[in-house]
């Protein structure tokens, strides 16, 4: 969770109804420089225990009205979720009540509120080299290949990748200013030889200043419309994934920790540490090389 600084509620918050005191404690956010993205996130997780509390006032709100809404939202879930899932619910509450202990804790409340546990993260899928040659080997256009190297070398998200212009790519230093990151901070990443190679063919016939000129709703189609023209399980072609791929080859490559936390834009080394578990089949696949070569060691079943 990002840690910030808040100015102090304005005199009298608990006279509030709840519905401006919520827009008092997002101006507050805003003060702080958080990014509207995470500003709606939690407009809509506090609003949903606001709708449920169903109070008026500030000073009408108890910490049992945080365990009624927990009870209930894990028992019964969410009313517009799509799926039934119960690890996405938990995931979803797990968030909305990091949100509303910020919003009750700004309010001045002195009891303890406490956060349901996220649940365990599933396994990050990623791509195999054989999977990204298909998916270059299959692009149909200039569109197709920039997209895909790009994603695959600097592990931009979908977002961050869709607003870049003409003007945050600096071939010259092989850099890309990354201006729309998750949490309204630039940074830099890296251009990479495919990505370099195609970039100076693309510039040559584009002249919009949008580099990718397209929506997320376009990315998507096009990253699933190549899968299947590749063979690729479409299900395993999404711009996250293609970032969890070069995450981990970035690792496997040997790129330090810090660099890899510095280039993904993560606040937090523990986010990006996520990647090391994605390397335990190599980890074991060089055990194994290691310990299976009997002639290289004395010990035997024979000498136990």
Known sequence: MTRYELPPPPEGISEL??????????????????????IKSYRIGISDFLKFCDKHYVKELSVNDVIKWRLTRLKSGFSKSVRKDSKATQLTLH???LYVRAFLKWL?????????????????????????AKLINSSRDIVDLLIICLLIETGLRAQELLSLTINDIDLTNKEIYVRLGKYGEERVVFIG????????????????????????????????????????????????ILRHTFATEALKRGLALPA??????????????????????DVKR???????????????????
């Open 95 to 97: 968030y909305y009540s």
């Open 286 to 304: 060089l055990y194994m090389n290691v310990f299976s070569k009997q002639s290289n060691g004395n010990l035997n079943a024979d000498s136990v």
């Open 17 to 38: 109804s709840v519905w401006d005191a919520l827009e008092e404690f997002l101006l507050s956010l805003r003060s702080s420089g958080i990014s509207e993205k995470t």
């Open 260 to 281: 890899l936390q510095r280039i993904l834009g993560h606040r937090d080394i523990k986010t990006t540490q996520i990647y090391l578990h994605l390397l335990k089949e």
């Open 193 to 240: 030889p495919l990505t370099e190679e195609v970039l100076r063919k693309y510039l040559e016939v584009h002249y919009e200043d949008k580099l990718i000129p397209l929506t997320y709703s376009g990315l998507y189609k096009r990253l699933k419309t190549l899968a299947k023209r590749a063979g690729v399980d479409p299900r395993k072609v999404r711009p996250h």
């Open 108 to 132: 001045g409340f002195k009891e303890e509120v406490s956060v349901v546990k996220a649940p365990r993260r599933r396994v990050v899928a990623t791509l195999s080299e054989g999977e990204v």
